[in-house]
């Protein structure tokens, strides 16, 4: 389900206190997979360091299974429920922004043992009450992504610029300069308050072949996602 842009799928569970998920294993109800929401990815940025706790580390309630870290954030990715972590994601030591990219897939950050094994699933564990399906807190996350001003993008951003009352053709200028820098398929979020920025950034990603992804308009700003394919 897409709310404000941003994914939040169903059929799994949410904790809008700690902005994680949780998902029950198929073949055994007992474990959960942990992953953390749009919301605090768009918080936090693009993750530079992830550090997980160790497999067979002991979780109580609200407390902390990894460490994560941006230019602009630093914090701890807290799990709502008690119990022992059995698996960890090793890829997100070595390539943290897998979490920007594929929250809900490959971004994954561990699975847990719950107590209470014997509980059918995490919904029907009494110390879960703080989680709620998709259909259950739509409103509540709307509310947050406006109160905390969260943007969700087609593709998460490597680079931002702000070019705020600057001219379009100084803006595009210093965007070839960045792109001439960068890695093959990485991902530029540019900002601008120029009249002409729309028109301005299409004719430009025909003449340069860059991808333009996505071009977003919120009140006098123009939000543009741009990826760099040549």
């Given at each position: 389900?897409?709310?404000?842009?941003?994914?939040?799928?169903?059929?799994?569970?949410?904790?809008?206190?700690?902005?994680?998920?949780?998902?029950?294993?198929?073949?055994?109800?007992?474990?959960?997979?942990?992953?953390?929401?749009?919301?605090?990815?768009?918080?936090?940025?693009?993750?530079?360091?992830?550090?997980?706790?160790?497999?067979?580390?002991?979780?109580?309630?609200?407390?902390?299974?990894?460490?994560?870290?941006?230019?602009?954030?630093?914090?701890?990715?807290?799990?709502?429920?008690?119990?022992?972590?059995?698996?960890?994601?090793?890829?997100?030591?070595?390539?943290?922004?897998?979490?920007?990219?594929?929250?809900?897939?490959?971004?994954?950050?561990?699975?847990?043992?719950?107590?209470?094994?014997?509980?059918?699933?995490?919904?029907?564990?009494?110390?879960?009450?703080?989680?709620?399906?998709?259909?259950q807190c739509h409103d509540e996350i709307k509310l947050l992504i406006e109160k905390l001003h969260?943007?969700?993008?087609?593709?998460?951003?490597?680079?931002?610029?702000?070019?705020?009352?600057?001219?379009?053709?100084?803006?595009?200028?210093?965007?070839?300069?960045?792109?001439?820098?960068?890695?093959?398929?990485?991902?530029?979020?540019?900002?601008?308050?120029?009249?002409?920025?729309?028109?301005?950034?299409?004719?430009?990603?025909?003449?340069?072949?860059?991808?333009?992804?996505?071009?977003?308009?919120?009140?006098?700003?123009?939000?543009?996602?741009?990826?760099?394919?040549?």
């Amino acid at each position: 389900m897409e709310i404000s842009r941003c994914n939040f799928p169903e059929g799994i569970l949410y904790d809008l206190d700690n902005f994680v998920w949780l998902k029950n294993d198929e073949n055994d109800r007992s474990i959960v997979t942990l992953g953390i929401t749009p919301i605090l990815i768009s918080l936090a940025g693009k993750f530079t360091k992830i550090k997980l706790k160790q497999i067979g580390t002991n979780i109580e309630k609200n407390k902390s299974v990894a460490s994560i870290e941006s230019v602009r954030y630093f914090g701890m990715v807290r799990c709502p429920l008690e119990g022992k972590i059995i698996e960890i994601n090793d890829a997100l030591s070595y390539n943290p922004k897998i979490v920007n990219d594929f929250p809900y897939d490959d971004g994954w950050f561990v699975k847990i043992k719950i107590d209470n094994s014997d509980s059918r699933n995490v919904n029907s564990d009494k110390k879960a009450d703080n989680l709620k399906f998709i259909d259950q807190c739509h409103d509540e996350i709307k509310l947050l992504i406006e109160k905390l001003h969260v943007r969700c993008f087609s593709a998460f951003p490597d680079y931002e610029m702000f070019e705020i009352g600057v001219e379009c053709a100084a803006t595009l200028t210093k965007l070839g300069e960045l792109i001439g820098k960068i890695d093959m398929g990485n991902i530029v979020h540019v900002v601008s308050d120029d009249l002409s920025a729309d028109l301005e950034m299409i004719r430009w990603s025909e003449e340069t072949g860059q991808n333009l992804l996505e071009i977003r308009k919120e009140g006098n700003l123009y939000h543009f996602i741009v990826k760099k394919t040549k």
